[in-house]
């Protein structure tokens, strides 16, 4: 008999189904972008960058690439999602916490955010993480915040499907991104798996709501922190990633 699971915003493929992630989810599907924010951290550093603080570094699948070049530290909410990032890259330094005011003692060379500033859901959430990445960054460091989806290109009730399968166990992904009502400046991300093991099936549903913001919000929530900022729009980043994706980099003002 099939089981279905429904979750609303609980983000259930980062907590108890956070196994589905790690078979669907391979570092290999993250090198590109992985050498893209490597490329642009070299590029535009000011200083040698070092050390790089990995803002939503989820299971650590980019962090497999990040660690050839840079001493890294991640941060995620999802205990689950950071025990499996620490199994992939003992390495590397991981705590579990938000990236709106998690604390260190420590400074970084470089910060990035390179695909989950898209959770935020306000201009004042965005503000905080803003607020908490100049507070631990280093003098003359950079700060790289990749926008995953821009209103005006967004691509609306776009559907993928992906298969992976391990053992016994075949999992069918489906994710469907939907805006409601443009207004509300977020969008949902329907995540919908069909785990067949042995005959049996169980579906799970996962609705997750992100934001949408006009890339003014980004950029002038920069500005009012005390950054000074680039936009860059990159068609090879748009390749890699989907329509609408650009980057910015962030840099202290200097008083």
Known sequence: MEKIKRYE????????YQWVWDLTSDPDDYKDLADYVIDKILKNQIV?????????????????HLKKHFELTGVDLSEDMIKSAQVK??????????MRDFKLDKKYDAIIIPDSIDYMLSAQEIEKVYKNAKRLLNANGLFLVIVGYEPE?????RTTV????????VVTSIENNYVSDYSTNS???TFVFLIRE???LETIIDVQKLGLFKREI??????????????????????????????????????
């Open 89 to 98: 890259n003992p390495e590397c330094s991981y705590f579990m916490g938000d």
């Open 153 to 157: 290109k967004f691509p609306q009730n």
């Open 218 to 255: 980004w950029f002038n929530e920069l500005i009012n922190v005390g950054f000074s900022v680039e936009i860059i729009d990159d068609p090879y980043l748009v390749e890699i990633e989907q329509e609408g994706t650009y980057l910015l980099i962030g840099r202290l003002s200097k008083k």
């Open 162 to 169: 992906d298969e992976a399968a391990n053992g016994d166990r």
């Open 187 to 189: 969008f949902e991300a």
């Open 48 to 64: 040698d960058t070092k050390t790089v603080l990995h803002l939503g570094c989820g299971s650590g699948c980019m962090d497999y």
């Open 9 to 16: 915003n609980e983000r259930q493929l980062y907590k108890d």
């Open 198 to 200: 042995k005959g049996k």
